[in-house]
């Protein structure tokens, strides 16, 4: 069993900055894919970005140019820079990882971000 825990979220003014991250204990090895997805109120979950164990990224449209995400696999953690938050982003954002190419997954409890003046 994978657990990961989040942390970083908050209230935060449109234009403004958050970071987030996430630490993945009870796996001997660096995950296939990590990534965020995020769930804002009266809407089903979203994917929003992702990075592979060879450092590949892919983004949501909605997010690309101003979110940053990174691992570090030495810790076994990620990260998702926020930047140029609009009011739009305002969600619970869950980790995710996918051990192997196949299988399995696993999901943090969550973290709200906030954007509102």
């Known amino acids: 069993q994978v657990q990961l825990v989040e942390s970083g979220g908050g209230l935060v003014q449109p234009g403004g900055s958050l970071r987030l991250s996430c630490a993945a204990s009870g796996s001997g090895s660096s995950m296939n894919i990590m990534g965020w997805y995020r769930q804002a109120p009266g809407k089903e979950r979203e994917w929003v970005v992702s990075?592979?164990?060879?450092?590949?990224?892919n983004y949501a449209e909605s997010v690309k140019g101003r979110f940053t995400i990174s691992r570090d696999d030495a810790r076994n953690t990620m990260s998702l820079q926020m930047n140029s938050l609009r009011p739009e982003d305002t969600a619970v954002y869950y980790c995710h990882v996918r051990v192997t190419a196949i299988g399995p997954d696993f999901w943090g409890q969550g973290t709200l971000v906030t954007v509102s003046s």
């Open positions: 990075i592979t164990s060879d450092g590949i990224t």
